[in-house]
């Protein structure tokens, strides 16, 4: 029942954006985060000039640190704000264009061509769309995801990436009695069944 009172919880998208625009960003961290540092090399399992996805990317700094080593960084993230506030905050010059395949869509890149945030929802990407990718770095976005949402989230991550790749989850362990989140409580068995 604990668990359970989390299921039906829905977070809007509505709701994220007036976190964005209330500056309500406890989530974002100045500092990239230890674990990258510290499974990196599982990251990259000895390969140069990856692709690299950040799904409900936010303004992660990490997508400057991976790209500033050679990697091609994607991202995906429902506030426009957020994805402005990235480019400027790291003093990154960048394009902005419409997304043909997606009404509304918006796709920011940055001008060396390196770094490419999709402004959207992520359940409106696909593989045609944003291509396959070599590694994912998924923290906060799993957790994030409204616990309905789960299984379509990890079949989408699971097309999106090639068959070599390499996915770093970060989830968070806590007692779901005292916390309602987001980010949500998914027990380590619900990871084993969506990503098997
Ligand atoms: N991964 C980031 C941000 C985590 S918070 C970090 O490590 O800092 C989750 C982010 O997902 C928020 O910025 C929110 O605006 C965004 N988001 C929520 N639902 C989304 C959706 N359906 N598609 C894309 N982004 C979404």
């Known amino acids: 029942s604990d668990v359970g009172s989390q299921k039906d919880r829905v977070v809007t998208e509505e709701e994220w954006l007036e976190k964005w625009e209330m500056g ?28 690299i996805f950040f799904p409900l990317c936010g ?5 400057k640190w991976l790209a500033d080593m050679g990697h091609s960084v994607v991202g995906v993230e429902i506030s426009e704000q957020a994805v402005k506030e990235f480019f400027s905050e790291h003093g ?5 264009e419409p997304v043909p395949e997606i009404s509304g869509a918006k796709m920011f890149q940055s001008t060396s061509g390196n770094i490419s945030l999709y402004c959207c929802s ?9 291509g396959k990718f070599d590694g994912v770095w998924d923290r906060g976005a799993l957790v994030a995801v409204n616990p309905c949402d789960r299984q379509r989230y990890a079949s989408l991550m699971i097309s999106l990436v090639e068959k070599n790749s390499s996915y770093l989850l970060v989830t968070v362990s806590y007692d779901p009695n005292k916390h309602k989140g987001p980010p949500f409580y998914v027990p380590e068995s619900e990871i084993k069944s969506l990503f098997g």
């Open 24 to 51: 309500n960003i406890g989530f974002h961290k100045e500092e990239g985060h230890p674990l990258l540092q510290k499974y990196l090399a599982v990251l990259l399992n000895g390969r140069n000039g990856l692709r």
């Open 122 to 130: 992520i359940y409106d990407l696909s593989s045609s769309i944003v």
């Open 59 to 63: 303004k992660a700094v990490e997508m």
């Open 92 to 96: 990154l010059p960048y394009c902005e």
